[in-house]
Structures are given as structure tokens and as C-alpha cells.
């Protein structure tokens, strides 16, 4: 796999335009305006399968926004992987905030600017052009199916159905991922645990109507003030979460585990100076990397209510709203957390409102085993590329579909990332280093060969 490099370097421009052509589709799954450029997304993903070399490619209906299944057969004796990745991206809003216009990806500072340009189009397409240059050097020796998906960002509702119709379908022995991210540049690492999620919006009632501040203030119950009231409650001082047996099950680390993971390489001015905060902060007693890989978190992902134009409105709110999510660890269920905090945060409230809590979405944990063959496979790719072997790190994101895959299809998955906690995913201002996305396809090619051999 010598001319790997040769065959990114002649074909880097195409591969860029043909990226360029899928984020130019906002395939915003979250948005019902967006549901034809879900399509869309799918069948250009369909597209490009076919040109890079799959047997077969079809957008498949869910109940939700399709997917798209495409497979290659090289040798029924062969080991077959299952490639994931999803179409679908994140809002923009604010979109004031961005640089650029988010679906018209440009390059500037060695990086892509644009929404999708990490998560997870150009982590997804990597694996695209991996696969087609194998296909055209004739090296691929595993049979290859590709799964994507078009509501990974809306909590992939849809595709556990998917996948418990369609087993014989998507059968394989290791599903590749690419959806993640490395410690650094020079410090390659592979993802080898995920957190779950519980996701709820709460809606709070008081007064029928909106009412005169002074008139009404001090008298009836702001339902504004009392959201934050109960919010504030639910984390103690400690960074605890005090939501009644919400840590019964959580999976303790080993003190020995923890020493190695806090080896990884972290510089905490750069980390600050990064996101721009002068201190951190979370559950005592744990640091930064425990923090957001192997402890739980609650946080406010949104909050609105009363008036918030422009100038001053005197007015007391009729109702006030939040969407909240908690990422849990191994051994947490999120259908338990999700009623636990659901019995929990009505029973906080006053009389003075009404409280309605949804359960949006929610999965589970995830752990992959380090030392089975299609890690030590991927570990040996990194270390080809890269000449360092990666560092195995637990991920504070979540992607709930890898537990559900464990579970449906009986199948671990491997966690290839490439990207950077800079990438700025979920947020305005996108980017995607040029290095990243040509490294990622120059690696991917080797686990691949590892993991046949």
C-alpha cells in the first residue's frame, strides 16, 4: 500500500469537490423544512458509493429519513465489515455567528470550513475513498457494507427497527466508525469507550396568559424563575448530581485504570485558551479526561421563555421551557435515568406551576475491548501512518446507535476518529483540517489489510 499517498495526492482536488457536493446539501435531520434534503443526501451518497466501486447501493425507507446500503463482495470466506457513518448535521443557528456560509464549504488555514465538514461527512467520506482505492488498486480482501444513516443527530430513532429488520443484511464481523476524535495531530488515539445519553425537554406552566410584571410580580409564581430554581438544584456544589439513584449503577474505574488514562497527554492552559474560559470545573475528585470519559454529566443544552426582542417588555411569562440531557457511563440505563429524572424533576416543583417533562432520546454506553482482533488491527494502521501507536481513550460524546448495533446485531464496533476537539462540531464555524482528512484516508487502507490478514 506504498502508493496510497501517490493515489491521494493525483486524486486530493476530486476528492475535495465530490466532499464539497455533500455538504452543499444541508440535510439538517432535526428540521422538517430539510426532509427533502435528506433525500437528497442519500441519494448522492448513493452516488458516490456506485463510483467508488460497491457492488450495489440503494436508499432503503425507515419510518424517519432513509438510509443508504451499499455492499461489496470480494470472497464469501472473507471477513466482512460494516461501515458506518450518517448524513444528517447539526442546526446552525446562530447563524450570525458563522464566517461562512455554512453549506458552502471553503478552505482557508489548511482546514474546510462548513457545517458537516468533520461531523461526519468528511470523517464518513474518508472511508469512501479509502474503500475506492482499494477497489482500483485491486488490494480490498474483506467484503464491505456501508451503512448510512440520516438521524444519528437526532438520537437515530428510527434505524434499531432498521436494523432488527434487516440482521441477515447487515451481518458482519466488525463495524468501522469514524466519528470521533484524536487527542492531537501527533498523538493518534483511538476511541475505545462512549458515553450514553438521556435527552428531555421540560415545559414549565404558570399563569394562563402573560402578565404585567408590576401588576402580578411578588404575587404569582415566575415560571422563568422557578425552571432556573430547579435547574440550579440538580447539581450540587461538589459538580454531584443530585437526582435520587442516578449513580446506582454506574461502572467504577479501577484506580489502576485511571492512572493509564491519565497519561494521555493534556495541557490544560492550551485546553482553556482553546475554548476561552479562564477556569474549569465538574465533579471533585476527577480530572478533566475522568470528567468527560468514565464519570456522568448533566447539562442545560437550551432555555427560553417570556420576551426576548429587542429593547425592554415588562412581563411576567406564562411559560418557560428547557431541553436538558445527561451523558451517562457503563452500566447506566437511559430509559431508567430518563424516568428517574422525570419522577425526580416533578416532584421538585411547587404548586405555583405545572410541569411537563418529554423524553426526547436517549442511549446507551459503549466499551470496545482493546484486545480484540479488529482493535489490535486498527491500533497496527495508526501505528503505520502515524509511527506511534494511538492511545486508547473513553469519549465523552455519545453515538447511540454503537450500543444499540452491539445489541441488534451482535457486532462490536471499531472507533477510527480523526478529528479534533477544535473542530468546533455542533457549533457555528465547522472546520475539518486538510491533514486530518487525507491522514484518515491514508490510514484506513492498513486496518483493512490488518484486519484481513
Given amino acids: 500500500m506504498q502508493n496510497i499517498k501517490q493515489y491521494i495526492e493525483e486524486n486530493k482536488e476530486r476528492f475535495l469537490e465530490e466532499l464539497f457536493e455533500l455538504i452543499r446539501i444541508p440535510s439538517i435531520s432535526s428540521e422538517s423544512a430539510h426532509r427533502e434534503d435528506m433525500r437528497r443526501a442519500s441519494e448522492k451518497w448513493k452516488e458516490l458509493l456506485l463510483k467508488a466501486g460497491v457492488d450495489k447501493a440503494e436508499v432503503m425507507e425507515t419510518k424517519g429519513h432513509p438510509v443508504v446500503f451499499a455492499e461489496k463482495r470480494v470472497d464469501e470466506n472473507a471477513p466482512t465489515v460494516l461501515v458506518y457513518g450518517h448524513t444528517d448535521v447539526m442546526p446552525v443557528d446562530p447563524l450570525e455567528l458563522w464566517n461562512t456560509d455554512p453549506f458552502e464549504p471553503v478552505?482557508?488555514?489548511?482546514?474546510?470550513?462548513?457545517?458537516g465538514a468533520d461531523d461526519d461527512k468528511g470523517q464518513a467520506f474518508m472511508h469512501l475513498k479509502a474503500f475506492e482505492y482499494l477497489v482500483n488498486t485491486n488490494?480490498?480482501?474483506?467484503?464491505?457494507?456501508?451503512?448510512?444513516?440520516?438521524?444519528?443527530?437526532?438520537?437515530?430513532?428510527h434505524l434499531p427497527e432498521f436494523c432488527e429488520n434487516h440482521k441477515d443484511l447487515l451481518k458482519g464481523d466488525v463495524i468501522l466508525v469514524s466519528d470521533t476524535t484524536m487527542l492531537q495531530p501527533d498523538v493518534p488515539s483511538i476511541t475505545t469507550g462512549l458515553r450514553g445519553l438521556a435527552y428531555w425537554q421540560v415545559d414549565?406552566?404558570?399563569?394562563?396568559?402573560?402578565?404585567?410584571?408590576?401588576?402580578?410580580?411578588?404575587?404569582?409564581?415566575?415560571?422563568?424563575?422557578v425552571l432556573s430554581k430547579m435547574i440550579g438544584s440538580l447539581i450540587d456544589d461538589k459538580g454531584h448530581i443530585t437526582i435520587?439513584?442516578?449513580?446506582?449503577?454506574?461502572?467504577?474505574?479501577?484506580?489502576?485504570?485511571?492512572?493509564?488514562?491519565?497519561?494521555?497527554?493534556?495541557?490544560?492552559?492550551?485546553?482553556?485558551?482553546?475554548?476561552?474560559?479562564?477556569a474549569l470545573q465538574g465533579e471533585e475528585g476527577y480530572s478533566t479526561h475522568e470528567r468527560t470519559g468514565i464519570r456522568p454529566s448533566f447539562d442545560v443544552c437550551?432555555?427560553?421563555?417570556?420576551?426576548?426582542?429587542?429593547?425592554?417588555?415588562?412581563?411576567?411569562?406564562?411559560?418557560?421551557?428547557a431541553k436538558l440531557s445527561a451523558r451517562l457511563v457503563p452500566n447506566q440505563d437511559h430509559k431508567k435515568i430518563a424516568e428517574q429524572f422525570k419522577e425526580y424533576f416533578k416532584g421538585i416543583a411547587p404548586d405555583s406551576v405545572k410541569v411537563e417533562v418529554s423524553v426526547l432520546?436517549?442511549?446507551?454506553?459503549?466499551?470496545?475491548?482493546?484486545?480484540?482482533?479488529?482493535?489490535?488491527?486498527?491500533?497496527?494502521?495508526?501505528?503505520?501512518?502515524?509511527?506511534?501507536?494511538?492511545?486508547?481513550?473513553?469519549?465523552?460524546?455519545?453515538?447511540?446507535?454503537?450500543?444499540?448495533?452491539?445489541?441488534?446485531?451482535?457486532?462490536?464496533?471499531?472507533?477510527?476518529?480523526?478529528?479534533?476537539?477544535?473542530?468546533?462540531?455542533?457549533?457555528?464555524?465547522?472546520?475539518?483540517?486538510?491533514e486530518q482528512f487525507f491522514k484518515g484516508i491514508e490510514t484506513i487502507p492498513y486496518f483493512y489489510k490488518y484486519f484481513s490478514e
Avoid at 207 to 225: C, E, K, Q, W, Y
Wanted: charged share 20%; hydrophobic share 35%; glycine share 12%.
Fill in 361 to 434: 432520546h436517549g442511549g446507551q454506553a459503549y466499551v470496545c475491548p482493546i484486545d480484540m482482533p479488529a482493535y489490535r488491527a486498527a491500533e497496527k494502521a495508526y501505528l503505520q501512518t502515524y509511527g506511534k501507536r494511538p492511545v486508547p481513550v473513553r469519549s465523552g460524546g455519545s453515538i447511540p446507535i454503537i450500543s444499540a448495533f452491539e445489541q441488534i446485531l451482535g457486532m462490536k464496533s471499531v472507533l477510527m476518529g480523526f478529528g479534533l476537539s477544535s473542530d468546533a462540531i455542533h457549533s457555528p464555524n465547522e472546520n475539518y483540517p486538510l
Fill in 244 to 278: 435520587p439513584g442516578f449513580y446506582d449503577d454506574v461502572l467504577e474505574v479501577s484506580d489502576e485504570e485511571r492512572e493509564l488514562m491519565n497519561r494521555a497527554p493534556f495541557d490544560e492552559a492550551a485546553y482553556k485558551k482553546a475554548i476561552g474560559v479562564e
Fill in 139 to 157: 488490494q480490498l480482501r474483506c467484503n464491505v457494507k456501508f451503512l448510512i444513516e440520516g438521524e444519528e443527530e437526532i438520537g437515530s430513532a
Fill in 302 to 321: 437550551g432555555i427560553w421563555g417570556g420576551y426576548t426582542g429587542e429593547g425592554a417588555k415588562t412581563v411576567l411569562p406564562s411559560t418557560a421551557h
Fill in 204 to 225: 414549565i406552566t404558570g399563569p394562563n396568559r402573560d402578565l404585567h410584571s408590576g401588576m402580578f410580580g411578588g404575587a404569582v409564581a415566575n415560571p422563568i424563575n
Fill in 107 to 115: 478552505i482557508e488555514d489548511g482546514k474546510i470550513w462548513a457545517r
